[in-house]
């Protein structure tokens, strides 16, 4: 079992930026893989980005692709996105989720999930 607890959401002007932190309290974070979603109303969730438990390697969504990058500090139980370039598409509740596999994609694919923190960009 892990427990994920995000922070670091908020309000920020488009061209902003904000850094969301995924505290993971519970078995060992290194095991897992980290993934960012976000869900905006009415639409479903979609994988953000996602860092592997192997190597670090690093997967993100065309929309995010050199405006966001993940991270993660083993040692500090802590996995970051960190958002540049905001634009107002990119409001919506964001969730850290944690996998067991080591390549994970897909929503199905985590087992554990924080509670969400909302991002909000003004134009």
């Known amino acids: 079992q892990v427990q994920l607890v995000e922070s670091g959401g908020g309000l920020v002007q488009a061209g902003g930026s904000l850094r969301l932190s995924c505290a993971a309290s519970?078995?060992?974070?290194?095991?897992?893989?980290m993934g960012w979603f976000r869900q905006a109303p009415g639409k479903e969730r979609e994988l953000v980005a996602a860092?592997?438990?192997?190597?670090?390697?690093?997967y993100y969504a065309d929309s995010v692709k050199g405006r966001f990058t993940i991270s993660r500090d083993n040692a500090k139980n802590t996995g970051y996105l960190q958002m540049n370039s905001l634009k107002p598409e990119d409001t919506a509740v964001y969730y850290c989720?944690?996998?067991?596999?080591?390549?994970?994609?897909?929503?199905?694919?985590?087992?554990?999930w924080g509670q969400g923190t909302q991002v909000t960009v003004s134009s």
């Open positions: 519970g078995r060992t974070f290194s095991s897992y893989a």
């Open positions: 989720a944690a996998s067991s596999k080591v390549v994970a994609r897909q929503h199905w694919e985590y087992s554990y």
């Open positions: 860092i592997m438990r192997s190597f670090g390697s690093t």
